[in-house]
């Protein structure tokens, strides 16, 4: 192929295009690279490269033999300078051109404001339910034995996960069966998005005589979230459908690495925005300028990632005849044959990886909302101090994945996963019976920083397990109900710590039960689970290697 630019000479020099999804890629003197379509389709009369890097006009285009041959020698007229490469931050917003692709990192960066906007409510609920209980909130070591509505103010405020809980447990069959079967998942979507995003707002007016029905939109907040997630993952499969799995892939790895951004520079914004309006050792304040920040920002968010987001038909058939409520009971039977037949034909890996992961997921999504009571009541973090606490929570999770990637190499994905949740519920252990007597309430930021480590090798580790051991065909059926199985007992470690701290046990006790959830998964897999070929063969991906990395899966889930 011969090509010049439009005011120089043209040069002789001929080169060949090598073919890549219709593109022909060629480097020319001064080492700048160009892209072109194939000749044979460019459009008339003009191709322009996106963004306006190069454009090609198709009236300098003269092949010098037939029309068969004209990838062979062709001389194209370049009429604008060459192109600069694309820089890193617009290769991240590629995504292959793809809308959905765009949309969900959209949606995942909203999700990310959303945990974070919400700890610092949670802080902010739990001092007003022990100032409304007659206790004193300026001492940590003064143990508040006042009653607000018959409990004690920290059971009152984690029950707030296990109402939205149970509201996942019962609902999400439905919901479900809806999203499958009918046309309706992006209306869902929004609906909830919407719903959600109007409570954030509402809540900025929590305060003295308002923080209990801000306690109870809390927890519709929380199942309202449950369900953007499964709206939103809803898309993945497709999406990996339309680029293959390398490239899904690396798409779900950029998804995950926005998320953890936004959310770090959340924390980080409304930390020093804190400080800077003077408002940093005021809960109440700082969380009712943090949900103001939080509904702009998520409105944002979710309203251009819903935009892109395109409607889908149902991904699955119904029999003649069901239609109407008969679409409900239709699915849910579904949903009993599908877990017959792991049970009956995945004994050795899949069946146990969801018996872990119902008590595994449970344990985990706790933390966030008892960690909060524990270190407002039992540390005195403020609402600013959380946030910072939470930070370094996420600082911790990029060495706790990168350990994670080294530790793949040498260790299968089930010995691994097993590893991460017998070392996070030890962290666990260790801060709940260390922090409460420490000298210094910032001795935490070292308990979050270790507990981030943990998270950071545990979440890869576990999409890596779950992708090796995924039957082949049933990938999107599967993937839909793990979401379920994950949220289905996710009410009763925080139900678990309520009555702990009800009957009189401290804080640290209720903390500590909570990561025998972890210790019970991590049993599970040890003495459920056959060898790793054994996994392997009976999810028919023999093919894997028992050292597979995980440099392309996912980090932090959004609950961190």
Not at 246 to 255: D, G, P, V
Request: charged residues 15%.
């Amino acid at each position: 192929m011969r090509f010049h630019r439009w005011n120089e000479k043209p040069k002789s020099e001929t080169y060949t295009p090598r073919n890549n999804n219709n593109f022909c890629t060629m480097t020319m003197e001064d080492d700048a690279v160009v892209e072109l379509m194939d000749v044979g389709r460019l459009p008339s009369p003009a191709c322009n490269k996106e963004d306006g890097d190069v454009e090609i006009n198709s009236s300098s285009l003269t092949s010098t033999e037939d029309s068969s041959a004209k990838q062979e020698d062709t001389t194209v007229t370049i009429v604008s300078s060459p192109p600069l490469k694309r820089c890193c931050c617009v290769a991240l917003w590629h995504y292959e051109d793809l809308r959905e692709a765009r949309g969900y990192a959209l949606l995942a960066m909203g999700r990310g404001v959303c945990v974070m906007g919400n700890v610092v409510v949670s802080v902010a609920l739990v001092q007003l339910a022990t100032e409304a209980a007659g206790c004193d909130t300026e001492t940590k070591d003064v143990e508040c034995t006042g009653k607000i509505y018959g409990l004690n103010p920290a059971s009152l405020i984690s029950g707030i996960p296990v109402v939205s809980g149970l509201l996942g447990a019962f609902l999400m069959p439905i919901i479900g069966v809806i999203l499958d079967f009918t046309s309706y998942r992006k209306y869902v979507g929004i609906f909830v998005s919407v719903l959600f995003t109007v409570i954030q707002a509402i809540q900025i007016c929590i305060g003295v005589s308002t923080w209990f029905a801000m306690a109870i939109l809390q927890a519709i907040a929380g199942f309202c979230f449950t369900l953007m997630i499964l709206t939103n993952i809803a898309y993945l499969p497709e999406i990996c459908e339309q680029v293959g799995q390398l490239k899904h892939a690396q798409f779900t790895s950029r998804f995950t690495g926005k998320q953890f951004t936004i959310q770090a520079s959340f924390l980080v914004l409304v930390s020093g925005l804190s400080y800077a309006l003077g408002i940093a050792d005021d809960s109440i304040l700082t969380a009712r300028f943090t949900q103001a920040l939080n509904f702009v920002i998520i409105t944002i968010f979710f309203g251009f990632g819903w935009h892109r987001m395109p409607s889908r038909q149902a991904t699955r058939k119904l029999p003649e005849g069901i239609h109407g409520y008969r679409i409900i009971t239709y699915g849910l039977r579904q949903n009993v044959r599908t877990v017959v037949s792991i049970y009956r034909d995945y004994k050795k890996g899949l069946r146990w990886y969801l018996l872990a992961t119902m008590f595994v997921q449970a344990g985990v999504a706790a933390l966030t909302s008892t960690s909060v009571v524990y270190l407002s009541m039992e540390v005195g973090l403020n609402a600013t101090d959380t946030l910072l606490f939470f930070l370094v929570v996420l600082v911790g999770t990029i060495p706790g994945a990168q350990f994670a990637s080294v530790l793949s190499k040498y260790v299968n994905p089930c010995t691994s996963w097993q590893l991460s949740q017998t070392s996070l519920f030890t962290v666990m252990v260790i801060g709940a019976f260390t922090l409460g007597d420490a000298p210094n309430k910032y001795f935490s930021l070292i308990w979050g920083f270790f507990m981030g480590v943990a998270l950071g090798w545990f979440y890869p580790t576990e999409n890596l397990f779950f992708s090796c051991i995924l039957p082949k065909g049933q990938e999107a059926e599967i993937a839909g109900f793990r979401v379920y199985v994950s949220i289905i007992l996710s009410w009763l470690p925080p139900l678990s710590f309520s009555i702990l701290v009800e009957n009189g046990f401290d804080p640290k006790w209720g903390l500590s039960f909570m990561g025998l959830f972890i210790l019970i998964a991590a049993a599970l897999l040890r003495f459920g689970t056959g060898t790793w070929e054994e996994i392997l063969e009976e999810s028919g991906r023999v093919g894997l290697s028992e050292r597979g990395s995980m440099s392309d899966h996912g980090s932090v889930q959004d609950n961190v």
